[in-house]
């Protein structure tokens, strides 16, 4: 196994940029850029995808997530340990001595710990999944026909579902004001209003490839260009909203993001964030706040004083239904 110890000194920098954003998105129309080879054989994509794992002492779900990508067709696979103690750098060791592993000596949180195994890799995409997830057989290829299929894509992510086989709402927009305080706030009680069902695109039968605003950063496929242009992922989300802020960003520059549901991924979902869930909640409001503020302009920016409030109001919420045994129904 190729082991890294990166407990110690900053974070490698993601190599440049192979391309201006000029060049592959925000100038260039979808025909004027090249298409790739299809990807459909093992052989293609082992030469075209690496594989990010990011972990947190779910070593049981870490094997199982690496086992499902080798079988899928992965060949590089980059698994970076968030400081886990679990035994999981050990265990991995023995399952898959190829496996290279990035050791940061501590909880960097999720984006970061991506944007460490992205200075790995080389290869033109790269798949970005959580520890607990198991990638169903064609995933992968699902994925890249979907980016082969068009040039104006950055990003894709498959569908999800829950370790009960339900759908888990991956595909989402970026909610409207009103639609943002509703979610906020009715979804703690009421998983099911309109305020909700419209975020999370609950209305939707999620059946064929679609566009959308952001999908979830537990499992997709991107070119490494469009990740590489911004930088990777803003490393000062610790948790949560990450993956909001990155489609949105890719947006700005010109990219689109999209839905595949061919593409299949079983989410365990909370292994690692349920050992500190009040941490957790708390980090997932400071992202909450942290997004308001990059992208909220003009008028609105008068509101964020009274969002921070609101926000506050709902960590106490959020913590007393965890208190109650209950995990918090709204995210």
């Known amino acids: 196994m190729a082991r890294l110890d990166e407990s110690h000194g900053d974070a490698r920098s993601l190599p440049p940029a192979a391309r201006s954003v000029s060049e592959h998105g925000a100038e260039r129309s979808p025909e004027e850029l090249p298409r790739e080879p299809d990807a459909s054989s093992p052989a293609d994509l082992s030469r075209r995808v690496d594989a990010v794992v990011v972990n ?95 040039p104006g894509l950055a990003l894709v992510g498959p569908k999800l579902l829950n370790p009960d086989g339900t759908l888990y709402p991956s595909a989402r927009t970026f909610p409207s004001l009103v639609d943002a305080i509703g979610h906020g706030f009715l979804g703690l009680v009421a998983p099911r209003n309109r305020f909700t069902r419209s975020y999370k695109m609950m209305d939707w039968d999620h059946v064929g490839r679609r566009s959308v605003d952001w999908v979830s950063g537990s499992c997709f496929l991107a070119r490494r260009r469009a990740l590489e242009d911004l930088g990777g992922f803003d490393a000062s989300y610790f948790m949560y909203l990450e993956d909001v802020d990155l489609c949105w960003r890719l ?29 957790m909640i708390l980090a997932h409001h400071e992202s909450l706040l942290r997004f308001a503020w990059r992208t909220t302009t003009g ?7 009274v969002v921070a409030v609101g926000l506050a109001v709902r960590v106490v919420g959020a913590s007393a239904q965890r208190a109650a045994g209950r995990p918090p129904a709204s995210r």
């Open 56 to 150: 947190y002492n779910a070593r049981d779900e870490l094997l199982a997530c690496v086992g499902s990508l080798r079988a899928d067709g992965a060949a590089d696979v980059t698994v970076v340990d968030n400081g886990s103690v679990d035994g999981s750098a050990a265990s991995l060791a023995a399952a898959d001595p190829e496996a290279r592993l990035v050791e940061t000596g501590a909880n960097l949180g999720y984006g970061a710990g991506v944007n460490r195994g992205l200075a790995q890799g080389h290869r033109e995409l790269v798949l970005v999944c959580n520890a607990d997830v198991a990638v169903r057989p064609g995933t992968l290829a699902a994925l890249t026909g979907a980016l082969d299929a068009d």
């Open 251 to 279: 947006g700005r520059a010109g990219w689109g993001v999209a839905y595949e549901p061919s593409g299949c991924v079983l989410h365990v979902q909370g292994v690692s964030t349920d050992q500190h869930p009040y941490r």
């Open 299 to 305: 008028w609105r920016r008068l509101l964020l004083p």
